[in-house]
């Protein structure tokens, strides 16, 4: 069994993997960050490449080791909030199904994971009013339909978590953000409760435990799918800097966006650009990809230990 990775130089490292190519296994779909093939007709593999993409658009120059945080972050939280609801984890061994050398090339970025049918939406969580949903503040003084207190300033705390989803995009569209009924009438009510319920859940306990070790969660993005028994199960990745809005907590001031250290560093270099935010996407300097990927390792530092 053969894996190709291909592999791009560029100025900070010559091992980022950009996109991947498993000969022996079926390609079923290569996302903005993941690449998806078939394990078996129950079973799917994710490969967590290099890939970066903001805005919805996947940018030429990978972030080398992203996928290696981005999974150990992730599998991280899977296992804290397995409690909480089920994951799409499954027990399966990557090592059964590619070569020993492969196997030691994608054993930090792939996970096997259950199949299951994805829910048509992203189920966001937000703690403070920042970023898009600062956006939709100042214009309507709502955000996804829901009425908040008037006069709050860029990354203030709210008095409760809200539930705020959105559309799930496909590869070079937009999210885009929906109300509450919306999702009511694509999934159902009584699924759409489950999911509000859970995600603010979820978002409360990783708050807390970041909080006490000095980071804030502003707010992250949870994805769901149902099993054949039509029960919710918590899919894709969980409360990663590509998720999720983590900032230093003794650098938080209301009134601005607090740095970070997640992909808003990249955001905010993007919108100093002259770019509409479609394809194709403009290049990002060596040190802003060098900067992020520190602040990526900074996260997982902290979280992990």
């Not at 937009?174 to 919306?182: C, E, K, L, R």
Request: charged residues 25%; aromatic residues 8%.
């Amino acid at each position: 069994m053969i894996c190709a990775l291909k592999m791009l130089e560029t100025g900070m490292s010559d091992d980022a993997v950009f996109e991947t190519d498993i000969d022996n296994l079926e390609l079923i779909a290569r996302g903005k960050v993941r690449d998806i093939y078939a394990i078996d007709d129950a079973h799917m593999l994710i490969v967590t490449t290099d890939r970066f993409s903001a805005f919805d658009v996947v940018f030429a120059e990978p972030m080398p080791h992203k996928g290696e945080l981005l999974t150990e972050v992730s599998n991280f939280w899977f296992a804290k909030t397995a409690d909480t609801i089920r994951n799409h984890l499954s027990q399966l061994e990557l090592r059964d199904y590619v070569s020993e050398a492969d196997y030691q090339r994608l054993k930090a970025r792939s996970i096997i994971v259950n199949r299951l049918k994805p829910l048509p939406m992203e189920a966001i969580v937000r703690g403070y009013v920042i970023g898009s949903g600062w956006k939709d503040y100042q214009a309507t003084g709502e955000i996804c339909g829901i009425q908040l207190p008037p006069g709050l300033q860029q990354a203030a705390q709210l008095t409760e978590p809200v539930f705020t989803p959105s559309s799930k995009a496909e590869v070079g569209d937009h999210d885009i953000n929906v109300s509450f009924t919306d999702i009511v009438a694509k999934i159902g009510a009584g699924k759409a409760e489950q999911i509000r319920e859970t995600s603010i859940r979820l978002y409360q306990l990783a708050a807390d435990y970041a909080r006490e070790r000095g980071i804030i969660i502003a707010d992250t993005k949870f994805e769901f799918g149902v099993d054949a028994n039509d029960e919710l199960v918590l899919i894709d990745e969980i409360l990663t800097p590509d998720s999720s809005r983590y900032w230093p907590a003794d650098e938080y001031r209301i009134g601005i966006s607090p740095p970070s250290f997640d992909k808003q560093f990249v955001r905010d270099y993007l919108e100093t650009l002259d770019w509409d935010k479609t394809p194709p996407a403009p290049p990002i300097p060596p040190e802003i990809v060098a900067k992020t990927q520190q602040k990526y390792q900074q996260v997982r530092d902290i979280l992990l230990g």
